[in-house]
């Protein structure tokens, strides 16, 4: 299995860098890409890495913010063929705030009666090899810098939010901005063994620039190092001071910034 970062926050490659996340993972029967990022950063990166993404068949829409689903209308004009697997609230509104303003930040919701994608409603189980599942239990270690996040009718409950499980000789889980919480997620994918986890862990306010505190991250290390046989991937909205502090104190933490590919 490969996994290359085709979209993320930071670069020490060739590719360019966007506040988003898209990855493109190769298994023995899927070509797949997890998130699309916000725009043609998804497209241009994939030229310089020589992937098709017309030869793509899964995509995978982590929740239903612009920085991984906006680019959503471009791959359907480039792509005929994939399956398209979003949870059916992604295409509700959803907005950011900051101060007294409410800034949208959902994907186009013209988008879900598009023939290829397949509106999904909690779990689901794609083949043997992938399977998709939600979580709906925040109570342990959830990132404040979710509060500035909101769905139509409050604050934002994340059941937009999924995760991809890839079991081939390891399993690797995937997920986009872990918003339900790092540990909350691996909690819920305890029964499929992950050796890896892969994304991001929204631990950074983007607007404001802010990190959680320190309290939240000593929470977060001694729960993830029960998981010592799990390599963990983080990237996008972890942001750089958190990885800095994690992976101070975890040596199998890692950064997978843009260009960069993992092989399992």
Do not use: W
Not at 232 to 249: E, N, R, V
């Amino acid at each position: 299995m490969k996994i290359i970062s085709l979209v993320e926050n930071r670069t020490k490659s060739d590719c360019m860098v966007k506040h988003g996340l898209s990855l493109y993972i190769e298994t023995r029967t899927h070509k797949i890409l997890f998130d699309l990022g916000p725009d043609n950063t998804l497209f241009d990166n994939a030229v310089r890495r020589n992937i098709d993404i017309s030869k793509v068949d899964t995509v995978i829409v982590s929740h239903g913010h612009f920085d991984h689903g906006g680019a959503l209308k471009k791959f359907l004009e480039v792509n005929s063929l994939a399956n398209i697997y979003v949870q059916k609230e992604a295409f509700e509104p959803h907005y950011s705030k900051i101060l007294f303003f409410k800034i949208p930040v959902g994907i186009d919701s013209k988008l879900k009666s598009n023939r290829q994608v397949i509106l999904l409603d909690g779990d689901y189980k794609i083949d043997d090899e992938l399977s998709l599942f939600t979580v709906s239990k925040t109570n342990k270690f959830y990132s404040p810098a979710n509060n500035a996040l909101y769905g139509e009718n409050g604050k934002d409950n994340f059941r937009h939010e999924q995760n991809l499980i890839i079991s081939e000789n390891q399993v690797v889980l995937i997920m986009g901005c872990g918003h339900t919480g790092v540990v909350n997620i691996m909690e819920e994918a305890e029964k499929y063994k992950p050796d890896f986890c892969v994304g991001g862990f929204h631990l950074f306010n983007p607007l404001t620039k802010k990190t959680v505190s320190k309290e939240l991250l000593n929470g977060i290390v001694t729960e993830l190092q029960k998981y010592k046989d799990t390599e963990f991937y983080t990237c996008h909205c972890t942001g750089k001071k958190a990885f800095d502090y994690l992976s101070h104190q975890m040596s199998n933490m890692h950064y997978m910034s843009c260009g960069e590919s993992v092989e399992i």
